[in-house]
């Protein structure tokens, strides 16, 4: 299990709903530039690279699907290949075995069921092989259709230190947020934790004295 932040949050500031609004305004206009990292160019490029970037880095990533997409233009690409070849082209990513298998199992999927494109309906990625909830809800958002808040280690950890959830499961967490944050922000509001959690709001060592938000979080350092 993972480290929880719950116990951060010591003093009570105010009600949650009356928190977000702020809390959204300023993150917004501290990481105007919060998007997604992954560079992909279609609906299939995305659903791809978020299935390689499970237990690896975006960087890392990117630096595996220039190449890659240039090989592999359509689902039927993906088949059209030994899997020990998708596998090593896949390999720098990690956990290459796995990743071949679920991708070349989303293809067949998307073949037979979708008429060889990416469903936006969360209902539907999450039947594809190897997409949880988690990718589900990345993909979806990227293509307009968010029907969740993606939960990442960073926003779970920054939802906990704000005080906007006391859970530590991931599916409890995104049940919160999806009460508190407004449904038009619920693509933006984990890029905004995503980029916080980097820049400010680190997990050892936070920069409170550095943070827009620090005045509505309940586990600043510098109130303890
Ligand atoms: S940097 Fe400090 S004040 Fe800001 S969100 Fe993190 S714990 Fe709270």
Redesign the pocket.
Known sequence: MARSYVREARRGLGRRSERIGPIIERLALEHSDAEIALRFRSDLELLVSVMLSAQTTDVNVNKVTPALFEKYRRPEDYLGVAIEELERDIYATGFFRQKAKAIRGTMRMLIEDFDGEVPTRLEDLVKLPGVARKTANVVAAELGHAQGIVVDTHVRR?SQ??ALTRHDDPVKIERDLQRVVPRADWARFPHLLIWHGRR??DARR???ED?V??DL?P???LRS
Do not use: A
Request: glycine share 0%.
């Open positions: 920054l230190r704000l400010v709001c936070p920069r409170c943070c938000i620090e979080c586990s600043s350092r």
